[in-house]
């Protein structure tokens, strides 16, 4: 995948994409966690298990996180991580879009969705191991621990508070350590955790509509709380699919020849 960069009004995107993106192709767009990570890495793997003669795959880094420069400063609200985000996915190319997000970009994208977007159509989503409003707010001491390692990164300047790929081949893994240590603490991971707890609050009563598609990949660690709180992101779409898998909270890193397989066939029966 290569390298590029899409620019908004809020910022440069830096994205890895497909050599070229083809217009009669779907487009397979992905969004990694909150914080530092970027999408690129984070799904590596999957990436090799998808068919780019099928497929315009595109990872994302949000702005001041993963490859992506720091732009000019913008609070990291939820409404401004939807203006940025929105405005992306409006240039994106192909014949379809999906988007896939692991994670608490899914909270971005559920607002994104309710918005109601003229300038671009989803045709698809895919959550591996979604973030989910009601669960998170009853789990905001998980926020505050993360907030407090990435104020101690800022203040070390030496820190890394995210976790690496450990199947990413040797020389990603080096650079991969270098960006997460030179982004660790940064104004954009700390404005957002800041910020998490209203950005909760404002998308808890969001649910993806019966009109789109979507794809749960759910963690065993983390389904009795989607047993007990509700799945956003899973509706009654006759396309709708909603599995669980054994493993941590970055199954992509576990099982990605399988959740390949997984988004193939969600993305198959659509186009």
Known sequence: MNKNYVKTSRGVFTCFSSEEIKQNKPTLVFFAAMGINSAYLDFYNLFTFLDESKYNLISVDM???GFSSDPVYHQRTLENYSKEVSELLAKVGGSKLFIVSHSFSAVYLLNILHQ???DFQVSGLIGIDPTA?????HDTD??????NEAKQSQKSNQGMD???NPWLPDPLSKQAKKIYQKKSGNFFEIDELKE???TLKKTQDMKIGTELPTLSILS?????DYIKWGNPYFNENNASIQLVL???HFLQWLHPQLIAGFISFFVDNLI
Do not use: C, E, F
């Not at 409003?133 to 707010?137: A, D, E, G, H």
């Not at 998980?142 to 907030?147: A, E, T, V, Y």
């Not at 065993?220 to 009795?224: I, S």
């Open 162 to 164: 995210t976790d690496i």
């Open 142 to 147: 998980q926020l505050n621990i993360s907030l």
């Open 196 to 198: 998490a707890v209203r």
């Open 220 to 224: 065993a660690l983390n389904y009795p």
């Open 246 to 248: 054994n493993g941590h």
């Open 133 to 137: 409003p009601k669960i998170m707010l």
């Open 116 to 118: 109601k977007q003229k």
């Open 63 to 65: 702005l001041g996180s």
